[in-house]
């Protein structure tokens, strides 16, 4: 039933909190804060690892979110972690921006330019209405 990661120890191990990297007793509002910063840093089409990588890692921090998010879920988990120590069930870790860096000059993706252009396209619409409405007015 568990997924097997590549050191062997499967994913229900994780510590969804060192995913998120937080501490245990943070909020909603943290939670979500990390959940859009690791968002930004792995998703599979701003990150520079291999697709299949990227995905994994960002499955990972949905699935972490998600259970954090639910305070059922949250208690199911933090009474897992009670029961387990660290030093039997290592929990894995995602790794951090400063081991695969994203650029911030990176190129940018279709759905950017997509988002640009039609965002430009809409500016230059709308001030050609406006042009269009003060001359008729005058």
Known sequence: MDKLLDNGRSISLLDYYRVLQVPRHADRAVLRQAFLRLCKQHHPDAST????????????IKTAYATLQDPAARRRHDAWLQQHSPATVGPVEIQTVQEHPVSPERPLSGGEWLALMLLSCTFLFCAGLAGILVLQQS
């Open 49 to 60: 690892l291999p697709a299949a990588v990227a995905s994994e890692r960002f499955r990972m």
